[in-house]
């Protein structure tokens, strides 16, 4: 086996060379979208992982990816409006369907459990509600203000244009950075998405719809701040 993945790789890099390792990294719970400039050994460390049994792992898996041929859009290889179009139909629009039915799923299940499950569907009520309102008003900001800059800047590459778009960036990551830490504490809060085992369907469908949008989110803001981000500073 040739490693192709090196442990001083960052996480956004071999996501972007090898998207299925967004897969084991989710099974560890190590943070490739938010985290994504640290480097493979620093994260694997920070949470006390065999750094050399999951680098084993990641060129095992890479090895059987390429042998099997998979096609992939390698995003680093678009142009910024075509990743941006992506995300707005693909990312944005799951978001968007799936906040209000998460919303309405939550209230059903706050109401039917609230008596013996208080303390835990209470803190999970505001956290999701932050989360909510975090993302909305994000996508909206993403929507009509930082793709038409980023458009504006792929086609008069205006240094004041880029400034703007550096600046909002900035702001960009931070929000994504906020968004991931709700998402941490509601993982942490929810066990891991486990539902108590006196719980109904719909309790269980809360959790598991709340856990598909986590990982949708961390693609999003992966290919963000790792792919777009990176293309249009490099663009000038």
């Known amino acids: 086996m040739i490693n ?39 994260a694997l460390i920070e949470k006390n992982l065999n750094v050399a049994g999951i680098l084993k792992e990641l060129n095992e898996a890479y090895e059987v990816f390429v042998q099997s041929n998979n096609e992939y859009i390698d995003w680093r290889k678009e142009s910024p409006i075509n990743i941006i179009n992506h995300i707005v139909r693909t990312h944005h629009a799951y978001t968007k369907k799936e906040l209000p039915n998460i919303d309405l799923l939550m ?5 039917a459990h609230f008596s013996h499950h208080q303390e835990l569907l209470l803190k999970l009520h505001k956290l999701f509600g932050l989360l909510k309102i975090e993302l909305e008003e994000h ?14 800047y792929s086609n008069d590459k205006s240094d004041i244009t880029l ?12 929000e994504h950075d906020a968004a991931g830490d709700l998402l941490k504490e509601i993982r942490e809060l929810t066990n891991d998405f486990s539902a108590p085992k006196d719980t109904c369907t719909t309790f269980r469908l809360v959790y598991a719809q709340i856990e598909a949008l986590e990982k949708d989110l961390f693609t999003h803001i992966h290919l ?6 990176s293309l ?4 000038k």
């Open 139 to 152: 996508l909206i900001k993403e929507e009509e203000v930082l793709f038409p800059l980023i458009e504006k």
């Open 107 to 111: 209230m059903k299940i706050l109401k």
């Open 224 to 229: 963000e701040n790792s792919v777009l981000f």
């Open 232 to 235: 249009v500073s490099s663009e």
């Open 4 to 42: 192709k993945i090196d442990k001083k790789d960052t996480l956004g890099q071999i996501v972007s060379n090898f998207p299925l390792a967004s897969e084991i990294f989710n099974k560890y719970k190590i943070d490739y979208c938010c985290g994504g400039h640290d480097n493979l050994e620093s």
């Open 163 to 174: 400034a703007k778009v550096s600046e909002f960036i900035k702001e960009t990551e931070s």
